[in-house]
C-alpha cells in the first residue's frame, strides 16, 4: 500500500485545512486508513482512522468535534477536514494504513508527513 499525503500549510487559529491522502495497491487489505501526528519535541500521536468501507471512524478525544474524515473511494483518498484549529495542532501530519486499536495505535504503511503550522 502506497500513500501520499498533501494539503498541509501555515494558517491561522481558528482557520481551517483539508489533508488529502491518496491511497494506491492492496488498499482494502489494509481495513483501515487515517492520520497521526507528531508536534516538535513530541511523541507522535494518532488523530483518526476509517474503514476503507466507511463501516466505522474514531477520532482522538482533543480533536473531535473539529476534525472530520471523509471517503472517496473512486479515488481511493481520504480526507481530514480541521476545522477551528488550534496552535496545539500544529504538526507534521502522517497519513497511515492498516492502523491497528489499542492505547497506543499503530500503523503497517505510512505516507510522508505533511506540515501543518497554526498561528495564534
Known amino acids: 500500500v502506497q500513500l501520499q499525503a498533501s494539503g498541509g500549510g501555515m494558517v491561522q487559529a481558528g482557520d481551517s485545512l483539508r489533508l488529502s491522502c491518496a491511497a494506491s495497491?492492496?488498499?482494502?487489505?489494509?481495513?483501515?486508513v487515517g492520520w497521526f501526528r507528531q508536534a516538535p519535541g513530541k511523541e507522535q500521536e494518532f488523530v483518526a482512522s476509517i474503514y476503507w468501507d466507511g463501516a466505522s471512524t474514531y477520532v482522538v478525544d482533543s480533536v473531535r468535534g473539529r476534525f472530520t474524515l471523509s471517503l472517496d473511494n473512486a479515488k481511493n483518498t481520504v480526507y481530514l477536514q480541521m476545522n477551528s484549529l488550534k496552535p496545539e495542532d500544529s504538526g507534521v501530519y502522517y497519513c497511515a494504513a492498516a492502523i491497528t486499536p489499542g492505547v497506543r495505535p499503530r500503523a503497517t504503511y505510512w505516507g510522508q508527513g505533511t506540515l501543518v503550522t497554526v498561528s495564534s
Open positions: 495497491g492492496d488498499i482494502l487489505s489494509s481495513k483501515t
